[in-house]
């Protein structure tokens, strides 16, 4: 195989190395570029989702500005004429260090300054887009000046483009299934920033022979991949400090599924579940919303006997299930299996549902509520629907009328279904939404609602084929709801009551636009 000749004009490979090894190295560089590029376009959405909410706002405008950016930094290549190593090198280095700095200090910012985190995303997304807009540009021109000898232009662009697309599909593909899980959003960025900077060591070193100032580009490479390899290290106490700051509670548990981040926390006040920044429950006062949610249809069936929980992987729900004696099987539906495994085996919060996960009469589905529906033929006395609020789109279609429709063909002759449905006083035309939704497919909705402090007032909706009744009758043990009381659930003030509402249909999901709408209002 033929050396290829340094050339002090044109930039060569250091004299002695082969044709191949280079070629092969600028390849194996665009692959790790594209991916790099990739995952950090992904962790700003995933980060912004998590923390700003309505995933598909936040991926479709962080998506938009950063190929945006990409276009920008594409065109400025162009005045990037002499010393491309020397550039590409030190490109390389600020992506590894904006780009894997990126989640921490986004996750940082959002804890001590969370009203100008939107403001810095976008810059930041700006200022890594333009950065790797100029990297594959600059790699097809140092292939062309080395080997133009040895590919057409046609070829070259073939070339790069395939192994781009290729680390982009890797990194696709490995982001939500092993990334997020294994390492978290914040290592998962350093780990990327590393591999920028170990293509620009590589750069170093094959292009050894041609760098001016080459040990100014070793100390810069050096402190580079010291300083990510710093964070790397410490971001475990980096994530700990921000979520604490944020949650202000001391936090037990905090991980990262495909799904969500799961977060945790306990203080002498008591435990709280957050879901993507978002509180679930309190355990002070958890019991009045898992009693109003539950028992109101129970006790209404009469004697259920099988009964299915859709949502709700804390077991709370269940919990208040299996209070009435003649259920025989409950049925529970949870997407996320990080969430039914930590209930199911943490002492702090298996105390809390009082191991209903572990109870013989519970069978436990990890699956998408809507599909499995979808395939499953039971029917149920009783379908309990405890979804998170529909913060974005995903979420947004369990509360549709061809969800709806699904729990209706699930339902037992006389069976009820009970969604919860968010604040009628805070959200009130989201609210009233559900019951339009719930009565566009022929069902009647009885609406209620339950003071809950770490809520304020929140409503849920009961859906049948025949009128809901009040019951005689409620399960002993209950702390908030009485026979005596229970029909002062069902009455709303002039504050809260009936507002003119569209159905919310798959295809349009107004729901998710009225409800961001609305709670958007409480945080101005």
């Not at 590589?202 to 990510?228: D, N």
């Not at 390899?229 to 971001?235: D, E, R, T």
């Amino acid at each position: 195989m033929a050396d290829l000749p340094a050339d002090a004009a044109d930039g060569g490979v250091a004299r002695g190395e082969p044709i191949r090894a280079a070629e092969v190295a600028l390849l194996a560089s665009v692959f790790v570029v594209a991916a790099c590029g990739l995952l950090y376009e992904l962790a700003a959405g995933a980060l912004a989702s998590y923390l700003l909410g309505d995933s598909v706002l936040q991926f479709s405008t962080v998506i938009g500005a950063y190929l945006f950016a990409m276009g920008v930094g594409s065109y400025l290549s162009r005045f990037l004429d002499r010393q491309l190593v020397a550039h590409f090198l030190r490109i390389e280095l600020l992506v590894g260090l904006t780009g894997g700095l990126l989640p921490a200090a986004l996750f940082a910012l959002h804890s001590v300054a969370a009203g100008s985190f939107r403001f810095a995303l976008y810059l930041m997304v700006l200022a890594v887009g333009t950065l790797v807009g100029l990297e594959i540009p600059l790699v097809m021109r140092i292939l062309k000046r080395h080997f133009r000898d040895r590919y057409a232009l046609k070829d070259l662009v073939s070339q790069v483009l395939t192994f781009d697309y290729l680390g982009a599909l890797a990194v696709a593909v490995a982001f939500p299934l092993i990334l997020v899980p294994q390492l978290g959003l914040i290592r998962t960025g350093l780990f990327f920033g590393l591999l920028n900077a170990a293509v620009a060591l590589w750069a170093l070193w094959l292009f050894r022979g041609e760098l001016r100032g080459l040990r100014w580009h070793a100390l810069a490479c050096a402190l580079t991949l010291a300083v990510l390899g710093a964070a790397f290290a410490a971001a475990e106490h980096v994530t700990r400090w921000a979520e604490d700051r944020f949650y202000g509670d001391h936090i037990v548990y905090s991980e990262s599924s495909p799904y969500q981040r799961v977060v945790v926390t306990s203080s002498p006040a008591g435990v709280r579940l957050f879901l993507n920044g978002n509180l679930q429950f309190h355990s002070r006062d958890e019991y009045r919303y898992h009693e109003a949610l539950v028992h109101p249809a129970m006790a209404a069936m009469g004697a259920p006997r099988r009964v299915l929980v859709l949502g709700g992987g804390d077991g709370m729900a269940v919990r208040e299930v299996l209070k009435h004696r003649s259920v025989e099987a409950v049925t529970l539906v949870e997407l996320d299996p990080h969430m039914t495994t930590l209930f199911a085996e943490a002492p702090l919060l298996r105390g809390l549902n009082q191991d209903a996960l572990h109870s013989p009469r519970l069978t436990v589905v990890n699956a998408d509520a809507f599909a499995w529906l979808q395939q499953d033929a039971g029917r149920y006395d009783v379908i309990v629907v405890d979804f998170p609020d529909p913060t974005n789109f995903s979420i947004g279609k369990l509360y549709t009328s061809t969800f709806y429709q699904l729990v209706d063909e699930h339902l037992a002759a006389g069976g009820y279904a009970v969604v919860q449905t968010t604040s009628p006083l805070i959200a009130r035309r989201s609210f009233w939404t559900v019951v339009a939704t719930i009565e566009s497919i022929g069902l009647t909705a009885t609406p209620y609602h339950a003071h809950v402090p770490s809520f304020g007032e929140w409503g849920f909706v009961v859906a049948s084929r025949r009128p809901w009744r009040l019951p005689a009758a409620l399960p002993e043990g209950l702390r908030f709801l009485s026979a005596e009381g229970l029909p002062a659930l069902f009455s709303f003030p002039p504050d809260m009551a009936r507002v003119p509402a569209e159905p919310n249909r798959l295809s349009n999901q107004l729901l998710v636009h009225l409800f961001e709408e609305e709670w958007g209002r409480v945080h101005q």
